[in-house]
């Protein structure tokens, strides 16, 4: 059954894939010549071979295998070993997408400890590393990229450091501005790649506006260059379905499906919808715009 879904799906997305590995400069090109970048959790062989055939184009080893896989209280217990040996089975089962892998909680308190952390992921197979914080990780950020590793930023909600209850960021001036501060200081430091997690919709489209690098959102608009989600989520497995999230299907049985249905929708821009976001005040915005064209 499960080699019946990995033909279909190889067969429908075969204009697609093409078999060409994605690279970090590739997902750079996107952001100015689109299509949408299509970024979904990984976090085993099967998935990875059908996320792989289904085109999207960048899976993600999320420290949320923690929670939805290995049964954790919290993603903060996940550990480099667990990483290394995901990102491992993960790497099997790709030939396209890009394998980025979350660096998890403390593995990257210090410049050494990041770089030594990231080649250790690198080695198992991923092609990148993605880092959450804002100017605390500026340095490890740098130190990482400046020895050739691709790293992706993460900022807004950040489930590391912000606990599992999840809440929208940037909805006032100051926070806005920091998150604004933020996407540029982390661009600067080498950053090639950026997540935006519960940022309001036009907030996320000056950030994006402004970067030069990509953005991927979650919970973050319609406007990034890019969308990630949790793979349980979208098809249809966790308890709840998220207002950031759509469920696009049910079983197990059907992962080719909505798989292929869900990236169809981020390329064609028609998911997010008005629905899944959030949105800054009108004042708030105001004040942003301000601030902003005050800025060199």
């Given amino acids: 059954m499960y080699q019946y879904i990995l033909m279909s799906a190889a067969f429908s997305s075969a204009a697609r894939t093409q078999g060409m590995k994605i690279t970090i400069q590739e997902l750079m090109r996107r952001k100015h010549s689109g ?5 979904l959790t990984s976090y085993d062989y099967p998935t990875a071979r059908l996320e792989d055939a289904c085109g999207v184009d960048v899976q993600l080893i999320g420290d949320s295998v923690g929670t939805n896989v290995l049964g954790l209280a919290d993603v903060s217990q996940v ?6 040996h995901h990102v491992k089975a993960v790497s099997r089962g790709v030939q396209r997408s890009f394998v980025l892998c979350d660096m ?5 308190d210090t410049p050494d400890a990041a770089l030594d952390n990231a080649r250790r992921l690198i080695d198992a197979g ?3 590393v993605k880092m959450e914080g804002e100017a605390e990780a500026l340095a490890q950020i740098g130190r ?3 020895a050739g590793i691709a790293v992706c930023a993460h900022i807004g909600y950040t489930p590391q450091t912000n606990g599992a209850k999840a809440s929208v960021q940037g909805k006032d001036i100051a926070r806005a501005k920091e998150l604004l501060t933020a996407a540029r200081q982390l661009e600067e430091a080498g950053a090639r790649m950026m997540v935006l997690e519960l940022i309001p919709e036009m ?6 506006r402004r970067a030069g690098i990509p953005t991927i959102g979650i919970g973050a608009g319609r406007f990034c260059d890019g969308q990630v989600q949790v793979i349980y989520d979208i098809a249809g497995m966790s308890e709840r379905v998220y207002r950031h999230a759509k469920a696009y299907g049910n079983l197990a049985g059907e992962m080719s499906r909505i798989i292929s249905s869900y990236a169809g929708d981020v390329q064609a821009g028609t998911f997010p919808a008005e629905s899944n976001v959030s949105k800054i005040p009108d004042d708030v915005l105001r004040q942003v715009q301000v601030w902003l064209a005050k800025q060199p």
């Fill in 35 to 39: 299509p949408k970048i299509v970024m």
């Fill in 79 to 84: 550990t480099v070993n667990d990483m290394v």
């Fill in 104 to 108: 998890p909680f403390h593995s990257f």
């Fill in 126 to 128: 991923a092609d990148g």
């Fill in 144 to 146: 990482v990229a400046g």
């Fill in 203 to 208: 907030l996320a489209a000056e950030i994006t």
